[in-house]
Structures are given as C-alpha cells and as structure tokens.
C-alpha cells in the first residue's frame, strides 16, 4: 500500500516513521513501505483539508470497525492473526482510495437486509470470522443514501483502523492491556457520528505532525488519557 502526501483520493511513497513514535504497542523495527503493514488513506493534513461529509464518513468507518474489532477480541481474546488477514484483504483492493471503495461498493451490493450492518458486510467479504453483531453506526439503508464523500471518508476509516491494529499484531499480538485500553476509548466516544468526529477533530488538534497517519493520532491521543 501507498501512502498518501496530501491527496486523501491517492497514495504517494513515504515510509511510516512516525509510528515508531506514536504507537505505544508495537515493537521498535522497520516499517515497510508499499504492501506493508502501517498503510494508510488519510493523515491529519488530508483529514483536516477534507469536506465535513468525508470527515462524517472517516468517523462512522473508524468507529465501525474498531467496534467489530472489540467483539472479536471481546470474544477471543486475542484477534492478531485475524486482523492481520483483514488488512491483507483489504490491502489486495488497490493502492488507490477509489480502487478500495469500489470493492467496498461491490462487497455491500446485494445485502441480505437494509439493516445489515456495513462492516459486517466487509468483513463477510474478506472471511473474517466473528460471531454477533457489533455495535455499529452505518447500516445499509443509511449507507445507500449518503454522498460519495461520505462513503470515501467510510472506506478510509475502516481501512486506516484495520492497518494501524494489523501492524501492531503482525509485530507483538493485541492481547495486551494497553492495547485494550485503545479500544476500549475509542470503543466509547459517543453513540452519535457527529459526537466521534467532535473527538477526532479536537485529538487531530493537537499533533504536532499534520503527516501523521490520523487515526494513529487518534490512538496516541487515546493512549494519553489511559495514562493520565
């Protein structure tokens, strides 16, 4: 995967040195580059230069799949090999946004209820094994009326989410207590989208670094507040 500079539609080379930094979880190393864990669609700079529906679907997509992501551990305890096989699917979609949501679009085409939860129906899509529902902000009757922003922004939250916990599993697993503490802050944010993105915008605030990868801002910001 490719990661973008200052376009949230493409991807530009660059290699993720600032979550040796900022996530507090993972082992110091090498991160790749292009096909590698630690991709990402949307830094701060291109979260804060984006219209208010994309940054409305960036964090119904977050808050989705860090929920599906919490029941699977919830459930097991330990969802390293799971996430990672997620994000591998995901990252076989393209290395461009559009690429992404136009599978996405293909994988909640024909759901079996307007009420099918949109992340479910990704997951489904890419074999990751769970059982119940989470909690989840995008069902399909809601999904199918919002704008092409908004559903670009969606795509992007799901995938940014999905690498950044990826990573940290390929690395050391996210079984740990700290790691749990991440979910269970961004698990809890509010049950309104505009409520979440509220908290994204303030967090997003205070990094110093507009290149950094927003949703890792979001987890240092998260991080931060277990600790204090």
Known sequence: MRVPRSNPHLRGPLIVVAMLLLLPFAPVG?????????AYFTSVTDYQG???????????????????????????????SR???????????GDKLGQVKTWVDSAVAHPS??????????????????SGTPTNFEEMYQYSTRDDSFKTGYTAGVFDATSVFA????????????????FQCLDSLGDRIVQVEQWIDTALAKTSSLNTPAFLAMVNACTLASNK
């Open 50 to 80: 984006s219209d208010d529906s994309f940054k409305q679907g960036y964090a119904a997509g977050t808050y989705d799949a860090v929920s599906l992501f919490a029941t699977a551990m919830r459930q097991s305890g330990n969802i390293d």
């Open 30 to 38: 090498a991160f790749a580059q292009s096909g590698g864990f630690g």
């Open 113 to 130: 209820s307007d009420k099918d939860a949109v992340v479910v129906l990704i997951a489904q899509a890419c074999s990751f094994p769970f």
């Open 167 to 182: 990573l940290s599993a390929s690395r050391a697993g996210i079984d740990n207590q700290k790691t749990q503490a991440v």
């Open 83 to 93: 996430v990672v096989s997620f994000y591998q699917c995901l990252n076989d979609q």
